[in-house]
């Protein structure tokens, strides 16, 4: 079952998944790139090919600094004038969950078997935190950036609808679907951009507030990230409820995570959450250009398990 006859896996499939798809090892014990070690120069200068006209998109969604529906965790932010012959700013904010664009650090989630990328065990930092040992795995791996080639996987636009609604998740076979259709054929070391319509969605149900999606990507897409060697996944909906994955949560926890537990912990692939793709969307369907050279800088601090995030696609 999979990829090659359209069906998604089964319980026993899935938990296979941890070991199919597993990269500790693939590049050294050591190693705290993971799938960021298939961007390389080669692949970054091949990127840097595709910019003919200059025009520059973002993929980030504004901070939020009030509350609303949408978050009611807003990010902390005081400007301040004093004798001085500038400004001050302050901000602090929470970027995990399902408001801020932000990428995960290898260190962000564990496995099924407790331990983070590469085998590393859990070391409690904070009471009731479980982190790796140390600062290995931090966002500080990616103070080079993500850059390399990105391409638009537009499921809705596939589909012919406006968004990927509840009970319809997203699957892997689907971006092999979207990539033929757009003429464009996967790489190693791309930057998978995958547009399931989330703001259409959110627009769609105002009953909603914005705060939670009930719709998202299946697990059966972690077989295509695998067999493509990609690098990156970044996305606007996250992982489909557990009722549209078919398949209990890896971790016993309310969040759904199907697609977390492997790509982070097993594969070693960050995840850039919480993208906006409506303007590329739109760009990329009028220009009739699905790939790009994908930019984004993630602030460097030491253990840090993410970091907020503004991704810009460059045409």
Not at 132 to 158: K, N
Not at 163 to 188: C, I, K, M, N, T
Not at 209 to 232: I, K, N, Q, R
Not at 279 to 307: K, M, N, W
Request: charged share 20%.
């Amino acid at each position: 079952m999979g990829l090659a006859d359209r069906t998604p896996p089964s319980e026993a499939e899935y938990a296979e998944y941890f070991e199919r798809f597993s990269n500790r090892g693939r590049w050294g014990d050591a190693d705290e790139l993971g799938t960021l070690n298939h961007i390389t120069d080669e692949a970054r200068a091949s990127a840097a090919s595709l910019v003919t006209t200059g025009r520059a998109i973002s993929l980030a969604r504004p901070i939020d600094t009030e509350p609303g529906p949408g978050n009611p965790y807003p990010a902390h932010h005081v400007a301040s004038v004093g004798t001085s012959t500038g400004l001050a700013d302050y901000i602090g904010l929470f970027f995990h969950g399902f408001a801020q664009t932000h990428i995960d650090a290898l260190s962000h989630i564990a496995g099924r078997d407790g331990r983070y990328f590469g085998g590393r065990p859990i070391g409690v930092t904070t009471p009731g935190l479980a982190m790796p040992e140390g600062a290995v795995l931090g966002i500080q791996g990616m103070r080079d950036g993500v850059i390399g080639r990105g391409l638009l996987y537009d499921i809705p636009r596939l589909r012919g609808v406006d968004f990927v609604d509840s009970g319809a998740p997203v699957h892997g076979w689907e971006l092999d679907d979207a990539a033929r259709a757009q003429g464009v054929e996967p790489r190693a070391g791309d930057i998978v951009c995958l547009r399931s319509g989330r703001d259409e969605w959110v627009a769609a149900h105002p009953e909603a507030g914005g705060w939670s999606v009930p719709a998202g990507v299946h697990a059966s897409v972690c077989e295509f990230l695998y067999d493509t060697d990609a690098a990156v996944l970044c996305w606007d909906m996250l992982d489909a409820p557990t009722g549209d994955q078919g398949i209990p949560n890896p971790i016993d926890i309310e969040t759904p995570v199907h697609v977390h537990c492997v790509t982070i912990p097993v594969m070693g692939m960050p995840l850039l959450d919480n993208a906006d793709f409506r303007r590329l969307s739109t760009y990329c369907a009028e220009h009739e250009r699905y790939a790009f050279q994908f930019c984004a800088a993630p602030l460097v601090i030491d253990g840090g398990t993410g970091s907020p995030i503004n991704p810009i696609a460059i045409f």
